[in-house]
């Protein structure tokens, strides 16, 4: 059956896909005699759909661990799935809202019940659409943070935690969530880079037992006004002194709250004169604590204000709402003396977008100082690698300023913090695995008999990030309880054999955004119970934005669907055009152009099979020298190119990789020596050439197969007969072999004398179906060799050399002059304007030579090699001059 002339994706990708998963390639397990490969997916939260950012992200890991495999690794590709307690939760929500009923008129447990039911439903939808991309993972490896073994891990480790002292419970400031009603952690509330406008409003507040005396203060947040305890000022501002220690009347509810002198303000801003309202501002809540102030939170959970604010007609309205009101009020009382606009940073929470509220609460926290330590030092040691090695600043910032991590969450998916509190006291708790420890732990802890009836657990979840920090350790199931030591708090590799053998992996492949977030996090676990770093690299991937540098996201649409694109293009070209331009670390900035230019890659191959397969092959003709030629190159070059393409994948320069790739078939594979090779038409090829063809196009298909899977994966099904587990995705990765340099240096001439060939029938109107004689000047051949091959892409008939250079067009090839004979065809005006416009521009380039080699100060400081390359163009300008130069007299006679 003759071979469609398009590449078509929709009847290669899906048969593939299945046959590979039915011949359980993608399957890994612990092998002795293989080295491992291992990458453990980033897992989506359950709630997700396939974005830019997964595309990606898991092309980049699928790239790698393809490569793996056919390196003759034991290549496992670990996918699974986050629970992601805030955004599922919100989604679950929603959806019973739909269906009219309340999240309050449920138990927790009819509540889970609904929450499964949706993770069921939909939370397998993500990794299902990795499969379309061709996400080559060990599906049967898949993982879930709420799976039951991941569960009683993720508890396991808060009570080691807990038991060793890292883990305490305690009343601080911390980040809330009105719209969620959850504590966040630092990292969890997000800035916009360039800030956002507000509006810094300056109140007066009244002395005390004066008749006009007032102060003013300045404050974004009118609303908590009610809240406030005290007015601080610096200890060196004159302009307050005379008020350290006297009363002042709170607006409206005319509470005394006295005027306090402290560092932190800054005489510079606003008035200088701070209102303290330690219940909702992190530095007031500080200033409060040196102050042994009040604390007073007239903000509900959900952001409605309470009857702390003493002004009932605010009670239950949401604080912006008031803040409006009371903004109103201020004027028409005469407390408003004025209101400025300016930028600022605003704390929103990561899931919510909400304004964050700082809110005084009794939460977990986890010490970080110490834990971090060995995770600092890592990274700052390239124990641990991160490319690009720029974010190493990034890392050591957030690691020398690391804060407490606030991991308890006021929500019912997650993992129930395993906390059993039996009296009212604020010791009255214990923590422990199950229920059955609890009541033993409570027992000896309290002094009398508990009951189960007698135990609370603690309400509240973890962090979604407290349980897939143990994602590389937890996967591999590493805490069971005959790899655990309850002793010493540390995993026994050598009792499970799966994590003593994938374990560390090799690479983790991730945004920056989530570099603390999760990685870091990861590295402080793996020292904490494995002694041992958890991966050895980090590729950090840049940010998928539009062509004008926006962010792609769903409210601006300008994030297409990716399997919308699939459809269209190709999963190969998909996954290629995202690769085109995606540096590590640098913002990608996509144009669906270059899914286009990825599906024509795929024609282009496409078409280049079909050539050759179209070949007739005679057994009996005697191989061509030139073709002796084409091949010995095109192995040369090939070989070059690993090289290259080696480098490239050690320093995880991806992008560079797959243009490598690409470069090799379309121009060296396809444009030059399909083209050399190529019998006339309707004339039989040799069987040798093509033999060695044949398994030359298996090394450029086996090169790009980890890019573009499937395309390769059918053309070597065509290529030639294949046994049925014979696939291209465990062929062997081809080994670098010899490099004639000598034989890349003529064939790079003898490609130069073609295209300066071609560019002259081109702009003289000359058809390639004619052939030409060719004119070079004796003593200059410096690829004979090649002169087959030249003649045949050029159509030369001729090749002379004569004491009189022939009245025609010429161009030189470095420094050797060729002239193409145009016989009378020549129109002498135009062809004297070209050359003048040559002369002149090398004349210019001479010019600025010159101009740096007579520079004292740059001969003086330049290297030897530099000052070489100088001289050598300047020797080359003078040559092309000279040639012009002749060119141009011979012009005129």
């Known amino acids: 059956m003759a071979l469609s002339t398009k590449y078509n994706p929709s009847d290669v990708e899906d048969k593939w896909y299945q046959y590979w998963q039915k011949q359980n390639f993608f399957h890994s397990e612990v092998n002795p005699n293989k080295k491992p490969y291992c990458i453990v997916i980033p897992p989506p939260n359950v709630t997700g759909v396939?974005?830019?950012?997964?595309?990606?992200?898991?092309?980049?890991?699928?790239?790698?661990?393809?490569?793996?495999?056919?390196?003759?690794?034991?290549?496992?590709?670990?996918?699974?799935?986050?629970h992601a307690s805030i955004a599922t939760e919100a989604r679950v929500v929603a959806m019973?809202?739909?269906?009219?009923?309340?999240?309050?008129?449920?138990?927790?447990?009819?509540?889970?019940?609904?929450?499964?039911?949706?993770?069921?439903?939909?939370?397998?939808?993500?990794?299902?659409?990795?499969?379309?991309?061709?996400?080559?993972?060990?599906?049967?490896?898949?993982s879930f943070t709420m799976d039951e073994d991941y569960y009683k891990a993720v508890i396991r480790v808060f009570v080691d935690l807990h038991n060793k002292g890292y883990i305490y419970r305690g009343l601080r400031m911390i980040n809330w969530d009105c719209e969620a009603k959850t504590a966040l952690s630092n990292e969890e509330v997000l800035y916009k880079e360039d800030g956002e406008k507000s509006i810094l409003y300056s109140v007066r507040y009244k002395v005390k037992d004066s008749e006009d005396e007032w102060v003013v203060i300045a404050t974004q947040r009118p609303e908590t006004i009610m809240g406030d305890v005290a007015i601080a000022v610096n200890p060196s501002d004159e302009r307050y002194k005379n008020l350290i220690g006297k009363k002042i009347l709170v607006p409206f509810i005319n509470r005394e709250i006295p005027v306090i002198a402290d560092d932190y303000v800054d005489k510079e801003f606003g008035t200088g004169c701070l209102k303290v309202t330690p219940a909702h501002d992190v530095n007031d809540y500080e200033i409060g604590q040196r102050h042994n102030l009040p604390v007073i939170d007239t903000i509900n959970d959900d952001g409605s204000l309470n009857e702390k604010c003493e002004l009932p007609k605010f009670y239950g309205k949401d604080r912006f709402a008031v803040r409006k009101e009371i903004v109103k009020d201020l004027k028409a009382a005469g407390h408003l003396v004025k209101e400025e606009e300016f930028v600022t940073r605003i704390g929103r929470s990561e899931r919510t977008n909400t304004v964050v509220e700082p809110k005084l609460s009794l939460q977990w926290f986890v010490k970080m100082k110490e834990i971090s330590r060995k995770a600092h030092q890592a990274v700052e040691e390239d124990e641990i690698k991160l490319h690009p090695a720029k974010f190493k600043n990034t890392y050591r910032y957030w690691m020398e300023n690391v804060r407490d991590w606030c991991i308890s969450r006021q929500l019912w998916w997650g993992h129930r913090i395993p906390a059993y509190f039996y009296g009212n006291g604020e010791d009255d708790f214990v923590v422990a695995e199950t229920l059955a420890d609890a009541i033993k732990f409570a027992t000896k802890k309290s002094g009398r008999s508990i009951t189960e009836k007698e135990l609370r657990q603690d309400e509240d979840v973890l962090d979604t990030w407290a349980s897939s920090w143990l994602w590389p350790m937890e996967v591999f199931k590493g805490f069971k309880d005959d790899s655990f030591d309850t002793a010493t708090g540390k995993l026994i590799p050598a009792n499970n054999k799966e994590l003593d053998y994938y374990y560390p992996t090799q690479v983790l492949v991730t945004a920056p955004e989530i570099l603390f977030f999760w990685v870091a996090r990861m590295i402080i676990a793996g020292y904490e119970y494995m002694d041992k770093k958890p991966f050895e690299n980090v590729y950090l991937t840049g940010i998928v934005r539009d062509k004008q540098g926006r962010k792609m996201s769903k409210s601006l649409g300008n994030s297409p669907d990716p399997l919308d694109l699939i459809n269209t293009y190709g999963a190969d070209a998909v996954r290629t055009g995202m690769l085109f331009s995606s540096p590590a670390g640098n913002d990608l900035l996509y144009d669906e152009k270059l899914v286009e230019q990825g599906r024509n890659f795929t024609n282009k191959i496409w078409n280049a099979f079909r050539l050759v397969k179209g070949w007739e092959v005679d057994k009996q003709l005697i191989q061509p020298e030139e073709n002796k030629t084409a091949i010995h190159w095109f192995e040369s070059k090939f070989n070059q190119s690993l090289i290259e393409l080696t480098d490239h994948f050690d320093k995880f320069r991806m992008s560079d990789a797959l243009h490598g790739v690409y470069k090799l078939i379309w121009d060296d594979f396809c444009a030059w020596y399909l083209e050399m090779i190529k019998p006339e038409f309707g004339k039989p090829i040799d069987v040798v050439t093509y033999t060695k063809t044949i398994s030359l196009f298996e090394n450029v298909l086996k090169v790009l197969h980890p890019f573009m899977p499937f395309i390769t994966e059918e053309l070597w099904s065509e290529l030639s007969r294949r046994a049925e587990k014979e696939c291209i995705l465990v062929a062997?990765?081809?080994?670098?072999?010899?490099?004639?340099?000598?034989?890349?240096?003529?064939?790079?001439?003898?490609?130069?004398?073609?295209?300066?060939?071609?560019?002259?029938?081109?702009?003289?109107?000359?058809?390639?179906?004619?052939?030409?004689?060719?004119?070079?000047?004796?003593?200059?051949?410096?690829?004979?060799?090649?002169?087959?091959?030249?003649?045949?892409?050029?159509?030369?008939?001729?090749?002379?050399?004569?004491?009189?250079?022939?009245?025609?067009?010429?161009?030189?090839?470095?420094?050797?002059?060729?002239?193409?004979?145009?016989?009378?065809?020549?129109?002498?005006?135009?062809?004297?304007?070209?050359?003048?416009?040559?002369?002149?521009?090398?004349?210019?380039?001479?010019?600025?030579?010159?101009?740096?080699?007579?520079?004292?100060?740059?001969?003086?400081?330049a290297p030897a090699k530099v000052l070489e390359l100088e001289q050598q163009k300047k020797a080359d300008a003078e040559t092309k001059i000279k040639s012009y130069e002749e060119a141009l007299r011979e012009l005129k006679e």
């Open 50 to 82: 396939l974005h830019m950012g997964h595309m990606l992200n898991n092309t980049i890991q699928d790239v790698l661990i393809r490569k793996a495999r056919m390196e003759g690794k034991e290549a496992c590709w670990v996918p699974g799935t986050d």
């Open 732 to 861: 062997t990765w081809p080994t670098a072999g010899n490099i004639d340099a000598s034989l890349l240096k003529e064939a790079t001439l003898a490609f130069e004398t073609i295209t300066q060939v071609r560019n002259t029938r081109n702009s003289k109107g000359i058809s390639p179906k004619v052939a030409i004689k060719l004119y070079k000047k004796e003593g200059t051949d410096d690829f004979s060799c090649f002169w087959p091959i030249i003649k045949k892409l050029s159509n030369i008939n001729e090749v002379f050399s004569a004491p009189e250079k022939p009245a025609g067009v010429s161009f030189l090839v470095g420094t050797v002059e060729y002239t193409i004979p145009l016989e009378g065809k020549l129109d002498l005006e135009k062809e004297r304007e070209l050359i003048l416009k040559d002369l002149a521009y090398q004349r210019g380039f001479l010019a600025s030579v010159d101009k740096k080699l007579s520079n004292e100060k740059f001969v003086a400081g």
């Open 96 to 142: 019973l809202r739909e269906k009219g009923i309340k999240k309050s008129d449920l138990s927790r447990d009819e509540f889970l019940k609904y929450a499964w039911e949706w993770k069921e439903k939909y939370g397998g939808i993500i990794l299902e659409q990795l499969k379309k991309l061709g996400a080559s993972c060990d599906w049967e490896r898949t």
